[in-house]
């Protein structure tokens, strides 16, 4: 592989950047998941960053010839991913998310559940779209599930809750750009704990909470330690959280409502300790797993 200063003096095109990028990611290991999910997608992300170009460059400027201040800032940004392990989206700060932009740092997840697919589809065939006017986003993290459904549901009122208040603060941020401050209520609160009666009930309980495992959790990789644990990390099952979504959300749910919960790799554990409910699994056409979706009369627990 050339040298740094190498790499600034001959790699003259954003093509050339691009594949010296990938060819690097791969040479050093890097783990993808957070936005690309392989070298290729993920140095070109990096690259048209770095220049300030847009997600929808054309064909012809791939062999554009770059100024040697562009080439080491390029360079720069590569440069950090390998010495860091550092996930992409926390050295742009951006994230994408439903086809939507997000401001994300270490404070929160890096937006990238499948619900995303499930919200442009306005959660249908599970609900009538038309009739919903209240959605609650537990674990809201970066707001990004919130916001999506702002957009998807546009005369919806929004709660998103988060237990942590760094959170919150990046929720609020991302709240502001899309200006649905009007729409969107951030409420601090250990999932529903500090709900409030004016709030309920809700026509779709949805979120992605910490659904770790201990066992994945001492596999992960070093990009995934970039991110809050607060955000991952559930217990020796992974249903820490979950559980207290399941058994609580009949209190909350409309009659007629829906739940939409993230539990990844933890779903086999969360059938084998609910073997009585009648989970439905949606399968994604961009990619995903380990979401559920619930009707009201479907949960468990319901008094």
């Known amino acids: 592989m050339i040298s740094y200063d190498d790499a600034i003096d001959e790699l003259r095109t954003i093509g050339d950047l691009v594949r010296w990028a990938a060819s690097s990611f791969t040479e050093a ?19 048209r960053f770095s220049l300030q170009l847009p997600h929808d460059i054309p064909p012809y400027m791939i ?55 499930l919200i442009q589809q306005h959660f249908e065939p599970w609900i009538d779209s038309d009739r919903v006017m209240r959605i609650l986003d537990l674990c809201t993290g970066s707001a990004c599930i919130a916001t999506a459904c702002a957009y998807a549901f546009p005369y919806a009122q929004v709660v998103a809750t988060d237990i942590s208040d760094d959170a919150l603060v990046v929720a609020n941020t991302n709240i502001e750009q899309h200006n649905i401050s ?104 961009h990619g995903g797993q380990g979401v559920f979706v619930l009707s009201a009369d479907q949960l468990p627990h319901k008094t």
């Not at 392989?38 to 990096?46: C, G, M, V």
């Not at 709900?195 to 809700?202: A, I, R, V, Y």
């Not at 209190?251 to 993230?262: K, Q």
């Open 29 to 47: 290991g890097l783990t993808f998941g957070h936005g690309a999910d392989n070298a290729f997608d993920e140095a070109f992300a990096l690259v």
């Open 182 to 285: 009007g729409r969107v209520t951030l409420i601090k609160s250990d999932v529903f704990s500090h709900l409030k009666k004016e709030d309920l009930p809700f026509d779709i309980i949805v979120g992605n909470p910490p659904y770790v495992n201990a066992d994945d959790m001492a596999r992960l990789t070093k990009e995934y330690h970039y991110e809050p644990v607060l955000g991952l990390e559930a217990g020796q099952d992974g249903l820490d959280v979950v559980s207290k979504i399941l058994d609580g959300a009949h209190s909350y749910l409309a009659d007629d409502g829906l739940l939409v919960v993230e539990v990844g790799n933890s779903a086999n554990a969360l059938i084998e300790k609910y073997p009585s409910t009648p989970f439905t699994w949606p399968n994604f056409e």
């Open 63 to 117: 062999n554009c010839r770059l100024t040697k201040a562009e080439r080491r800032k390029a360079v720069d940004f590569i440069n950090e991913r390998i010495s860091t392990g550092k996930p992409l989206a926390y050295i742009t700060h951006e994230a994408q998310f439903a086809g939507l932009s997000f401001y994300v740092d270490e404070r929160v997840l890096i937006p990238r559940s499948p619900i995303a697919e």
